[in-house]
């Protein structure tokens, strides 16, 4: 089972306006949530994370929050920017376990 | 600095043949992940190593799989024999945090195809 859910597998965003993904967990257990962008023939690369001590977490034009009562959280990034258009994964995990659990990811395109 | 090196970053088999993946890790990062990619599933782990010690290997499909981390700088990933439905991208990721969360570092892939 998925524990770790990404719908609206696509999003298009004009430059210079917000781009807004969301995920949704099923493990309330999960205490630490990061954020990984996918450019085409590379490897998914670290971009914000989150633990469950914290409901925002901000880093430059990224920003995560946490809703542990709902089990969802959200990226927002503004302003979008061409360079951002890629795929966006959710990953969860338990703090103290190196396991984390993926989404299926997300398809940003910014157009410019 | 080198990331993370996996090789071949292509393989395209035919079915019933044995494949091997390798993986070089950060130097200095003690934990080591396998993952593979697909449409239907996106990022699966399949197994995980801290020190070169297999610590969890429940996400391996089946017997066809094995890993191994014979040190801490090299890792590999064998399929035999493969299957059309092992066709995916294999990730390989290292992690310099044991025990509490850290950021994974993840390779190019390997993009396996099984006719």
């Known amino acids: 089972d998925q524990q770790v859910k990404q719908n609206s597998p696509s999003l298009s965003v004009q430059e210079g306006r917000i781009s807004i993904l969301n995920c949704d967990y099923t493990n309330s257990m999960f205490d630490y949530f990061l954020w990984y962008k996918k450019y085409p023939a590379e490897g998914p690369t670290f971009l914000i994370s989150?633990?469950?001590?914290?409901d925002k977490n901000e880093d430059g034009r990224f920003t995560v929050f946490l809703n542990k009562s709902a089990k969802h959280l959200s990226l927002h990034i503004v302003p979008s920017q061409p360079g951002d258009s890629a795929v966006y994964f959710c990953a969860a995990s338990l703090y103290g376990n190196n396991r984390l659990a993926f989404g299926k990811g997300n398809q940003v395109v910014v157009i410019p | 600095d080198a990331g993370v090196i996996q090789s071949p970053r292509h393989e395209v088999t035919e079915m019933g043949q044995e494949v091997t993946l390798r993986c070089k890790p950060i130097?200095?990062?003690?934990?080591l992940f396998w993952y593979r990619q697909t449409m239907m599933r996106g990022l699966e782990l399949l197994i995980y190593f801290n020190n070169n010690v297999p610590i969890d290997d429940s996400g391996m499909p089946e017997d066809r799989f094995s890993a191994k981390m014979p040190n801490a700088s090299f890792s590999t990933l064998k399929i035999q024999p493969s299957e059309p439905r092992d066709s995916a991208v294999y990730f390989c990721?290292?992690?310099?945090?044991?025990?509490?969360?850290?950021?994974?570092?993840f390779g190019e892939g390997s993009r396996l195809t099984v006719l």
């Open positions: 130097s200095g990062h003690n934990s």
């Open positions: 989150i633990s469950s001590i914290k």
């Open positions: 990721a290292s992690s310099a945090r044991q025990g509490g969360t850290g950021e994974l570092f």
